[in-house]
């Protein structure tokens, strides 16, 4: 069965240094979607592509965060500097249209010390 | 910020029993999501309502949607222990695609 694929799966990181998410959507799944988790809250979006453009990106720290998916199919997430705030599971999805359910990866969990 | 509220917080079970958990929202929205997290891994989709529709079943699930008092209930009928995870409540709203997340019902089924 297709997954969703993301790495690492751990991450350590002192803060002010620069950290990257990896996320391999779906075959075929035109939507995807980067999301933190904070423990013991919901997901919250941070990211939508559709293809390679950015649908909405108004919770992601523009300051400090990034994301691309230059070839409309894998993306990276990138951190820099980071924080102690940023210390959270970092979620990838995808989905065929973006109207439908999500597919949802493994997760980063990330350690900011 | 969360539009769903879920309810109760935690619950805890027998195996066999059945579990309810109930979700609010504010706006109008599209369609309502359940999804399952199992502790440390990612979501898994488990049903989808649509604003239309009033119920919805899929094996031992049950979801029912009330758009008039925009509330939500799964229902997991005779539980296991491997129904033990968070559910999370998932609303798209308006012309927006976007899924917003509630903060999740823990449910813990003892064997």
């Known amino acids: 069965e297709a997954e969703v694929a993301q790495s690492p799966r751990y991450k350590i990181t002192e803060k002010s240094q620069a950290v990257a998410f990896w996320c391999d959507p779906i075959s075929g799944h035109a939507t995807l979607y980067w999301y933190r988790q904070i423990l013991g809250q919901g997901p919250e979006l941070l990211v939508q592509f559709q293809d390679e453009s950015v649908v909405d990106d108004s919770q992601l720290p523009k300051d400090r965060f990034s994301a691309e998916r230059l070839k409309g199919v894998d993306s990276t997430l990138k951190i820099q500097p980071a924080e102690l705030g940023d210390s959270a599971m970092y979620l990838c999805a995808s989905s065929v249209t973006g109207v439908d359910e999500q597919f949802f990866g493994p997760g980063t969990r990330l350690t900011v010390l | 910020s969360q539009q769903g509220e879920e309810d109760p917080q935690a619950l805890s079970i027998q195996e066999g029993e059945n579990a309810t958990m109930n979700c609010s929202y504010k706006t109008s929205i599209n369609n309502l999501q359940w999804y399952r997290q199992n502790s440390g891994r990612g979501l898994v989709h488990l049903i989808l309502i649509r604003s239309n529709e009033r119920e919805k079943h899929s094996g031992r699930l049950r979801v029912t949607l009330d758009t008039s008092k925009k509330s939500s209930s799964l229902l997991i009928t005779a539980s296991r222990a491997a129904d033990t995870a968070s559910y999370f409540c998932?609303?798209?709203?308006?012309?927006?695609?976007?899924?917003?997340f509630g903060k999740g019902t823990k449910l813990t089924v003892n064997p």
């Open positions: 998932a609303t798209s709203q308006g012309g927006s695609e976007k899924l917003v």
